[in-house]
Every structure is written in structure tokens, then in C-alpha cells.
Nanobody, 115 residues
Framework: QVHVVESGGGLVQPGGSLRLSCVAS????????MGWYRQAPGKQRELVAG???????NYVDSVKGRFTISRDNAKNTVNLQMNSLKPEDTAVYHC?????????WGQGTQVTVSS
């Protein structure tokens, strides 16, 4: 069992920034593929940003150039730096750790972008 805990959400104005963090328990963090997903009320869940065990990153088109995902294997942590935030970024953000065939989810952290 891997425990995943997110932090860093909050309320910010359009154009502002937030940094989300995700910590996963265990001794094998370096082999997990990690991802940040989000889901807004009435909308489908989407992968916002992912980073593989090998360090390859990918982003949904709507956040390219604004969000950056990174990982620190020494701290069992993956981060999501979010800049130039827009109201449409408002959602619950969940961290996922994947090591086939297993996948582990955190409880989520709320991000609200509003004037």
C-alpha cells in the first residue's frame, strides 16, 4: 500500500501562481510514473501533467507554457508549479502514482482561481 498526500491548493486571483506538492510513501518512489489530474464539477477528469520514472514529461495543451511538473526522488515528491492561472484552472487536483498493475491516488487539493 502506497500513501499519496497532496498539498498547496488554495484561492488565487487570475494571473497568480500556486505550487502543488505530492508525497508518496515507500522505498520505491523512483520507479513510479507520477501524474497530476484535475476534475471540475460537471466535467471529466483530465491528466494535467505527467512525469515518468525516466523523467519524461507531458502536459495537456491548455497548460503548456504555464505549468511545470518536476520530481525529487530523494524526497519522494512530485511538484506542479502553476503560473498565469486562469478561472478555467479551477478544480480539485489529484496526484497519482503508478507502477503497473497498481495505481495509487491522493485525496486531492482544491485550486480556485477567481477575482
Amino acid at each position: 500500500q502506497v500513501h499519496v498526500v497532496e498539498s498547496g491548493g488554495g484561492l488565487v486571483q487570475p494571473g497568480g501562481s500556486l505550487r502543488l506538492s505530492c508525497v508518496a510513501s515507500g522505498s520505491f518512489f523512483s520507479i513510479y510514473d507520477m501524474g497530476w489530474y484535475r476534475q471540475a464539477p460537471g466535467k471529466q477528469r483530465e491528466l494535467v501533467a505527467g512525469i515518468t520514472a525516466g523523467g519524461k514529461t507531458n502536459y495537456v495543451d491548455s497548460v503548456k507554457g504555464r505549468f511545470t511538473i518536476s520530481r525529487d526522488n530523494a524526497k519522494n515528491t512530485v511538484n506542479l508549479q502553476m503560473n498565469s492561472l486562469k478561472p478555467e484552472d479551477t478544480a480539485v487536483y489529484h496526484c497519482n502514482a503508478r507502477w503497473t498493475p497498481n495505481s495509487y491516488w491522493g485525496q486531492g487539493t482544491q485550486v480556485t482561481v477567481s477575482s
